[in-house]
């Protein structure tokens, strides 16, 4: 099993960064899949990006393409998330997530979630 915990959220004027970061416990670190995942005020969580396990491969939401950009250091058991020109409509909590399935198991139904961290964009 994993067990996933997330930093790195906080509050940025708009145009700003954030680096979100992952801890993930467990030795299987590197077999999983990662990803993260976002959930607006009044809204349903959405897709934002994935990473395979070996970080070969990426995937993201057309809304955040070219501005985030999804990485990992298997080393450290830790997964990252650097969000670029952030905008108002980024805002919500971030949750991190997790599945040995690969990056489309993580996209549509991850077994493994955080606790979420809050990004708030102003403008």
């Known amino acids: 099993q994993a067990q996933l915990v997330e930093s790195g959220g906080g509050l940025v004027q708009a145009g700003g960064s954030l680096r979100l970061s992952c801890a993930a416990s467990g030795r299987s670190f590197r077999y999983y899949a990662m990803g993260w995942s976002r959930q607006a005020p009044g809204k349903e969580r959405e897709f934002v990006a994935a990473i395979s396990g070996s970080g070969g491969s990426t995937y993201y939401a057309d809304s955040v393409k070219g501005r985030f950009t999804i990485s990992r250091d298997n080393a450290k058991n830790t997964v990252y998330l650097q969000m670029n020109s952030l905008k108002p409509e980024d805002t919500a909590v971030y949750y991190c997530?997790?599945?040995?399935?690969?990056?489309?198991?993580?996209?549509?139904?991850?077994?493994?979630w955080g606790q979420g961290t809050q990004v708030t964009v102003s403008s």
């Open positions: 997530a997790a599945d040995p399935e690969g990056i489309g198991a993580v996209r549509d139904s991850a077994d493994y």
